[in-house]
């Protein structure tokens, strides 16, 4: 199996320095470009192939939010991991609505940063449950609200899928969506794909914000 290929997009050539010999001394993970600005990590990402970024938020000439946007526009196969010093950073709720497929603290331990390449690289978002209601308290205040009544954009979803879309939007873990909605965890991941198909979104974090968006689970 060929190894997961991440860039480093940080302004900081001693931060970019440590997580190259992080990443470095793993057999499945390899560091195939650097970016010491977003304009420049976009354009190498253009032509590098590249399975996640790893995002710094923060850099001069254009910020990780915006190159997270023009990379997810592109449509090109390579998910952002944003790494933030603060975990209530309003640029990072503003990087996951952009596309980002999650966000980890730079101060995080290594084997948590490692496991996080490899959760993005597989098609998750690292978004544990606890980050998912600070998105909530952060993001949804924000968000255009669906006018009273029913948002069409849901009729495509059955009625188990909307009780797994619900869970997600409450932050459930797909073990406690399986448990509080009496099916297999397989099940559960089963439902989350169809719904990532359907709904057209790239992720957990996508899901969520799409419950709140359609009012199928309403702003407390």
Do not use: C, E, Q
């Given at each position: 199996?060929?190894?997961?290929?991440?860039f480093l997009a940080d302004d900081q050539a001693l931060v970019r320095s440590g997580f190259r010999m992080l990443i470095g001394a793993e057999d499945d993970l390899e560091v195939v470009g650097e970016g010491a600005d977003g304009a420049e990590t976009v354009r190498e990402v253009?032509?590098?192939?590249?399975?996640v970024v790893l995002m710094d938020i923060r850099m001069p000439v254009m910020d990780g939010v915006e190159a997270t946007r023009r990379i997810v526009a592109e449509g090109l196969p390579t998910r952002v991991l944003v790494l933030t010093t603060f975990d209530l950073d309003e640029y990072v709720f503003s990087a996951l609505k952009a596309g980002a497929s999650g966000f980890m603290l730079k101060d995080a331990r290594p084997e948590e940063?490692?496991?996080a390449i490899r959760t993005v690289a597989a098609g998750e978002a690292v978004i544990a449950p606890s980050?998912?209601?600070?998105?909530?308290?952060?993001?949804?205040?924000?968000?255009p609200t669906s006018p009273e009544g029913v948002d069409h954009r849901l009729d495509v979803l059955t009625d188990r899928e909307r009780e797994v879309l619900t869970e997600i939007a409450a932050g459930a873990t797909n073990a406690e969506i399986a448990t509080r909605l009496y099916m297999a965890e397989g099940t559960v991941k089963t439902h989350i794909g169809r719904l990532l198909a359907k709904l057209q979104v790239?992720?957990?974090?996508?899901?969520?914000?799409?419950a709140y968006e359609t009012g199928l689970v309403r702003r407390i």
């Open positions: 199996m060929s190894p997961i290929r991440v253009r032509r590098t192939p590249t399975d940063l490692l496991n980050a998912t209601r600070r998105l909530l308290d952060h993001v949804l205040p924000t968000l790239r992720d957990r974090v996508g899901l969520v914000l799409f």
